[in-house]
């Protein structure tokens, strides 16, 4: 119980100095959009693609790349996975154990998720497992050190739409933590209005 209440106590932490970052980041961005408007400056002028690509390259490090795909990545998947019991698994061979843990996992994060986005996750899910598939199938047909499959569109797409799974995992993470916290404000405060549901 008490290892449980450390993980939650840093997933809360996290998410709190995420939403600050986000909101720093809100407000200069709302700040630059505002001095943009009264300057008027035209689609095509220097000033313009200027503050676009500050908009994208300001603020952005080798170090917050790492804890993306480190720190960020790993507490995600403690998250979904903090409630998940695998511990029958361990006596069993990888290639029994694995897919019985992935299987878990998918029920865990579909169990957070409203009924309707339970139904999109249990399409968009095997689909992207399939463009994998056929992008794995791709590389061993042109070899592990080909450049050809850089020039198909489809893997591309499986890439871009990984990259995007990611993302709104990470995005999902960040809101069932905010719901959590705001249910149990409302909790010890009767008075509070209670969350939305979706």
């Known amino acids: 119980m008490t290892v449980a209440r450390d993980r939650f106590n840093r997933f809360d932490r996290f998410a709190e100095r995420t939403r600050e970052r986000f909101d720093a980041f809100a ?70 154990r694995w897919p019985i843990a992935l299987w878990r996992t998918f029920q865990a994060v579909a169990y957070r998720l409203s009924p309707w986005r339970r139904i999109l996750f249990a399409l968009a899910t095997p689909i992207l497992l399939l463009g994998w598939l056929r992008f794995g199938m791709i590389l061993v047909l042109a070899g592990p050190l080909s450049v050809a499959p850089l020039s198909d569109w489809e893997v591309w797409a499986i890439l871009g739409a990984s990259l995007l799974f990611f993302l709104l995992v990470l995005e999902l993470r960040d809101k069932l933590t905010w719901r959590w916290r705001g249910r149990s404000s409302s909790a010890s405060c009767p008075s509070s209005p209670s969350p939305r549901t979706e």
Not at 56 to 68: I, K, M, N, Q
Request: glycine share 2%.
């Open 27 to 96: 407000s200069r961005f709302a700040a630059e959009a505002r001095k943009a408007r009264a300057r008027s400056v035209p689609a095509l002028d220097a000033d313009y693609w200027k503050a676009l690509q500050d908009l994208f390259t300001r603020d952005v490090t080798h170090e917050g790349l790492s804890a993306l795909f480190r720190q960020e990545a790993q507490d995600t998947f403690h998250f979904f996975t903090r409630e998940i019991d695998l511990s029958d698994l361990q006596a069993r061979p990888w290639h029994k």
